[in-house]
Antibody
């Protein structure tokens, strides 16, 4: 079974940038996503990328500020976060789609990386 | 955007009891593309149910999902101590994917 390991979180000032990474233990051609959870709150789908990398989605709350990408040769997913705001403070999870093709349920999740904007 | 409303917010039950959680969508969920997740404190969510009623790999059969259209439910037939957690529904029938606000199942 594929395992996911995120890194890159930390404390950053408002307006700053961070780049999150998520390394998969094996090859995956599934769509991948970033899902975040603000402290004590629910889950929010932030960004998604297709298995081929040619289709992406960004939530309105991060559009124009966050960019999702993947390097399939390194089994790695990225999230470039610019112009960070206090409301971006959350645990960021990377998650693998259950099936190929269009967006689906997430069957594998990383342990999460905390991003604090303050 | 499809809004998912989960009820109740908190469910207080004893081990061995049956739990029924509800998830209502603001519009019909295409092809019953609805999933349920369990999340314990400090842990990532775990997929329980997809396609409204299919159990994910390794999920015990005391967990079952049902429903279609706008009304879905998750049933835990007999609560085990490890089942006390927060449960989220998610629809993936249309973009953006959305989650419900969660139901906390706590020990009575």
């Amino acid at each position: 079974e594929v395992q996911l390991l995120e890194s890159g979180g930390g404390l950053v000032q408002p307006g700053g940038s961070l780049r999150l990474s998520c390394v998969a233990s094996g090859s995956t051609y599934h769509a991948m996503s970033w899902v975040r959870q603000a402290p004590g709150k629910g889950l929010e789908w932030v960004s998604g990328i297709s298995g081929s990398g040619d289709s992406t989605y960004n939530a309105d709350s991060v559009k124009g500020r966050f960019t999702i990408s993947r390097d399939s040769s390194k089994n790695t997913l990225f999230l470039q976060m610019n112009s960070l705001r206090a409301e971006d403070t959350a645990v960021y999870y990377c998650a693998k789609d259950l099936s190929y093709g269009s967006w689906s349920a997430f069957d594998i999740w990383g342990q999460g990386t905390m991003v604090t904007v303050s | 955007e499809i809004v998912l409303t989960q009820s109740p917010g908190t469910l207080s039950l004893s081990p061995g009891e049956r739990a029924t959680l509800s998830c209502r969508a603001s519009q019909s969920v295409s092809s019953s593309y609805l999933a349920w997740y369990q999340q314990k404190p400090g842990q990532a969510p775990r997929l329980l149910i997809y396609g409204a009623s299919s159990r994910a790999t390794g999920i015990p059969d005391r967990f079952s999902g049902s429903g279609s259209g706008t009304d879905f439910s998750l049933t835990i037939s007999r609560l085990e101590p490890e089942d006390f957690a927060v449960y989220y529904c998610q629809q993936y029938g249309s973009s953006p994917l959305t989650f419900g606000g969660g139901t906390k199942v706590e020990i009575k």
